[in-house]
């Protein structure tokens, strides 16, 4: 079975590599998962984002990261940002950034440019 291609959008692949190691590879075995059509082991929809918006929450050693993706179209995954998280709420700086980048994309989907 052929997996979903990861769109990777603004700085979310240089944001996610920049995670501590184990970080990276329980992110990059999550969305491995996602291609595949499983659901990650730790995850929370966040329609308010935008509709089937999803955080993967990972904990590495007391500190958190996220990766926000979509994965509700036929062929693509689309990562809309990764980072740490710094308090219990998501900052408005990037819940700027995923909905900016949700916006994004939905308007190149409406005019036919799925990438």
């Given at each position: 079975?052929?997996g979903?291609?990861?769109?990777w959008?603004?700085?979310?692949?240089?944001?996610?590599?920049?995670?501590?190691?184990?970080a990276?590879?329980?992110?990059?075995r999550?969305?491995?998962?996602?291609q595949?059509?499983?659901?990650?082991?730790?995850?929370?929809?966040?329609?308010?984002?935008?509709?089937?918006?999803?955080?993967?929450?990972l904990?590495?050693?007391?500190?958190?990261?996220?990766?926000?993706y979509?994965?509700?179209?036929?062929?693509?995954?689309?990562?809309?940002?990764?980072?740490?998280?710094?308090?219990?709420?998501?900052?408005?700086?990037d819940?700027?950034i995923?909905?900016?980048?949700?916006?994004?994309?939905?308007?190149?989907?409406?005019?036919?440019?799925?990438?």
């Amino acid at each position: 079975m052929t997996g979903k291609i990861i769109d990777w959008r603004g700085s979310s692949l240089e944001d996610l590599k920049a995670f501590p190691e184990s970080a990276r590879i329980v992110a990059g075995r999550q969305l491995r998962n996602i291609q595949h059509g499983l659901e990650p082991n730790d995850f929370k929809m966040i329609n308010n984002w935008g509709t089937g918006v999803i955080e993967i929450r990972l904990d590495d050693h007391s500190k958190a990261y996220r990766v926000v993706y979509i994965a509700k179209f036929e062929r693509k995954i689309y990562v809309l940002h990764s980072f740490q998280k710094k308090s219990q709420r998501t900052s408005q700086k990037d819940v700027n950034i995923i909905k900016t980048r949700y916006k994004d994309i939905i308007h190149e989907r409406r005019a036919g440019n799925d990438r």
